[in-house]
């Protein structure tokens, strides 16, 4: 049988049995008679407390019973004398696995400035704020999985390396065996990739869903979910240089299936987090209300965590397009005294003050966008009939902006490979994609979602650092 946690002990029915308790020690407090050691170990947001009568066990036996070491109770499960547990631990044996001198110890009971936890980022699972964060992360990956697989999506792995560069986009990460301080040289000057692994240049994936859509074009349904790179050189709350994207791909789905497929599955994974980190929730939503005592009125969020995520549930997302968007910012009051750092006008990429506008201040819910100028889009978007606009989607957040961009695809042959040749990409090279719509070409459609800037939302945190494991932004990488 696999060892209790000590979210399943906390939850057992205490009838003085023996059990054993193993984590790590978060706080020591008590009296000459009795320690109270509170112990976590990364299952539950909750302490188990252990109480230690020290009439049986000596000072001397807990004196490197610190805050961060490792122990090893031995106890009975008893029903706690105080408040906010149900049960404690009365322990028979304590036993320090592994030490933590508490003057060299970063992490002390009190609470830490996320800026503080940040510069020990190594140690930053033990926290409770991190803790949560990271238990919250899995169930979203683990009710994504969930959903697509009762809607029918196959799960598939696009490659990680590749030698398309999906978006046109220049912010790739080259892959390369070869030292680039000394590397071969064509006749022209130019690095010859021709002589390395791969006989070509390749780089990171910024995004699978060209592979996507060759697969959905045979399965029908699919979905990727893995990390994806972007050299981002700027340094912002909500970008990343390595994140994790969960991209569907639907054949026969036209935009709005598209759209309503992007709206259910943004609640139901909420749902699902309501549901199964209902404890996590409440910690993290404190932890706001404590950090929002410190700010400006005006920039409070007008709603507690929770409410917010059962708002967004309960709520039809508005769905508007962006001609009429483009309007709404261009009546605001923001434009008109000239507050956006951006100004407005149809044909602007939108920023995020502008996407912040539309659904904080605006309609107060999620934004469903759509119909964007072709200009500011990637190339295998359909093309609507005004030669102006394309399928385009983005679903915006409120406190994130966009936090998936999607679009249905253009599936007609000639207009794909026209746009192609218009923003200069080869049609040659990319052969393979313009395949897919020269034999058996159906209507199909998809999106991004960007997992860190959905957990952004679902934890309330302000920065995208504090969702992943391991943020890897300019010059971060040490581990
Ligand atoms: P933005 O406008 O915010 O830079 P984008 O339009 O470049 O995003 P897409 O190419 O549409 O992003 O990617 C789909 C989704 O991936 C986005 O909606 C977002 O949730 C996420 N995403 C994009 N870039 C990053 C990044 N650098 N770090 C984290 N998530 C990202
Ligand atoms: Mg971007
Ligand atoms: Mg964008
Ligand atoms: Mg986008």
């Given at each position: 049988m696999a060892k209790p946690t000590i979210k399943e002990l906390l939850t057992t029915a205490p009838q003085e049995q023996t059990v054993e308790v193993l984590g790590w020690v978060r706080n020591r407090r008590g009296s000459k008679q009795v320690a109270f050691i509170t112990v976590n170990d990364g299952s539950t947001i909750h302490n188990i407390q252990v109480v230690v009568d020290l009439n049986q066990i000596s000072e001397e036996q807990l004196k490197e019973v610190h805050t961060g070491a490792s122990v090893r109770v031995l106890g009975k499960l008893v029903p706690s004398q105080?408040?906010?547990?149900a049960v404690e631990v009365q322990a028979q044996e304590v036993e320090v696995l592994g030490p933590a001198d508490p003057e060299k110890?970063?992490?002390?009971?009190k609470k830490h400035s996320l800026e503080f936890v940040r510069e020990n980022a190594h140690l930053r699972a033990r926290t409770a704020t991190f803790g949560a964060v990271f238990r919250v992360r899995h169930h979203v990956s683990y009710a994504i999985h969930k959903f697509f697989h009762e809607e029918g999506f196959f799960y598939v792995h696009s490659p990680i390396i590749t030698a398309s560069d999906a978006e046109g986009a220049g912010a790739m990460f080259r892959v390369t065996t070869l030292d680039l301080k000394n590397p071969p040289l064509t006749q022209e000057g130019e690095v010859n990739f021709k002589e390395d692994f791969f006989e070509r240049p390749t780089n990171l994936t910024v995004s699978g869903q060209l592979e996507a859509e060759l697969m959905a074009l045979g399965l029908g349904r699919v979905y990727t979910f893995g990390p994806t790179f972007r050299a981002e050189n700027s340094n912002t709350t909500r970008h990343l240089a390595e994140f994790w994207m969960i991209e569907p791909e639907a054949a026969f789905y036209d935009i709005h299936d598209n759209m309503d497929l992007a709206e259910r599955f943004v609640k139901y994974v909420i749902r699902h987090v309501l549901e199964h980190c209902a404890d996590d929730l409440a910690f993290l939503e404190k932890r706001l209300l404590d950090e929002e005592k410190s700010k400006k009125e005006s920039e409070?969020?007008?709603?507690?965590l929770i409410e917010k995520l059962n708002f967004v549930v309960e709520n039809a997302f508005e769905r508007l397009s962006y001609t009429e968007a483009i309007e709404l910012l261009l009546q605001s009051k923001p434009q008109k005294k000239n507050q956006f750092q951006f100004p407005v006008s149809w044909g602007i990429d939108l920023q995020a003050e502008h996407e912040r506008y539309l659904v904080e201040k605006h309609f107060k819910k999620p934004v469903i966008l759509t119909?964007?100028?072709?200009?500011?889009?990637?190339?295998?978007m359909k093309q609507n009939d005004?030669?102006?606009?394309?399928r385009a989607m983005d679903v915006l957040f409120p406190?994130?902006?966009?936090i998936i961009g999607g679009s249905q695809r253009e599936e007609d042959y000639d207009k794909l490979k026209r746009r192609m040749e218009e923003v200069g990409i080869s049609t040659e090279e990319m052969w393979w994609y313009l395949d897919t719509r020269r034999f058996g070409s159906v209507p199909h459609s998809g999106f991004g979602l960007g997992l860190e800037r959905f957990v952004q939302f679902i934890t309330g945190m302000g920065n995208i650092r504090d969702v992943i494991p391991f943020p890897r932004t300019p010059g971060n990488a040490e581990f």
């Open positions: 105080g408040s906010g547990q110890y970063p992490l002390q009971p409070r969020s007008p709603m507690p119909d964007y100028p072709k200009e500011i889009k990637a190339f295998y005004d030669g102006k606009t394309v406190g994130i902006g966009e």
